[in-house]
């Protein structure tokens, strides 16, 4: 279990998987979950990946395994979030490496892009949206006075079932992985789940579109209803990108859909590096 400690910052916990020649030294891809998730969600995406890059899927802090003895009033951040990134990418490798991230993970995708195009080779957005709009925050309050407000009252798990019916998930999902995607979930601590709601809630990276430099693709739901409205601005707003439309409605198509996405990034990153993904 990969731990990379810092002085004066908390604990990440990552993890990796590596079944490429040793000889080859494969490069690395990072996958960044989004929002309430963890490393634990790209499990369907590793065999996919890792016989042709070490791939690493790091918790951001305060989910997951990453430790949440920080102050969660300020150590909460897009800033923060992205100087892990940094510290992460200097210790697993001495390389630019590809990053992919989904939703909440795109975004900080991004920001990283923007401010250190140098640590990457290629950037992968899976689902990003650009902010949370007021109409997905409603939903995401279950009712109550705000999005914060329903995740401390309900608790992350039960949290996750109301909103991953209406958003995520067809109403007709199979049941145990519904159940399975919520338990995950409910693991993150209501503190630092709220404290990231409050984060998400007032993120925008729209201005930092024009910034990025470093080939993008991109894959989105073509009917998402959390990031129909950014698909447009986010195929016009960065020069060089490569736009993939999934048919689904449904935000969650890095899980629904992971070996269709998987395959994409997968062969994306092989051609900027020069190789074919085929054995």
Not at 11 to 31: E, G, Q
């Amino acid at each position: 279990m990969p731990i990379l400690s810092r002085p004066n910052q908390p604990d990440l916990h990552y993890v990796v998987d590596d079944y490429t020649d040793p000889w080859k030294n494969a490069p690395t891809i990072i996958l960044q979950h989004g929002f309430g998730r963890s490393s634990e969600m790209w499990y369907r995406w590793v065999p996919h990946l890792a016989r042709h890059y070490k791939v690493v899927r790091p918790d951001i802090r305060g989910l997951g395994q990453s430790s949440r003895s920080f102050d969660l009033s300020t150590g909460m951040s897009v800033e923060a979030f992205v100087q892990d990134l940094q510290d992460l990418i200097a210790a697993v490798d001495h390389r630019p490496v590809h990053y992919c991230g989904e939703s909440l993970g795109g975004m900080l995708g991004v920001a990283l892009a923007a401010q250190a195009p140098h640590l990457l080779r290629t950037l992968s957005l899976i689902a990003a949206p650009l902010r949370i709009s007021q109409a997905t925050q409603k939903t995401f309050a279950c009712g109550m006075a705000d999005w914060q407000t329903a995740i401390r009252t309900l608790g992350t798990q039960d949290w996750a079932h109301s909103v991953n019916g209406s958003l995520r998930f067809p109403a007709d999902a199979d049941r145990g992985m519904q159940n399975w995607y919520a338990d995950m979930m409910g693991k993150t601590h209501v503190d630092s789940l709220a404290a990231l709601a409050g984060v998400a809630a007032t993120a925008d990276i729209e201005g930092l579109l024009g910034k990025v430099q470093t080939s993008t693709l991109a894959i989105y739901p073509t009917g998402g209803s959390i990031t129909g409205p950014d698909e447009e601005i986010v195929r016009t707003g960065i020069k060089n990108l490569r736009y993939v439309g999934l048919p689904s409605k449904y935000h969650a198509i890095q899980f629904l859909m992971a070996a269709e996405c998987a395959k994409e990034v997968l062969h994306f990153s092989c051609q900027h590096d020069g190789f074919s993904a085929h054995e």
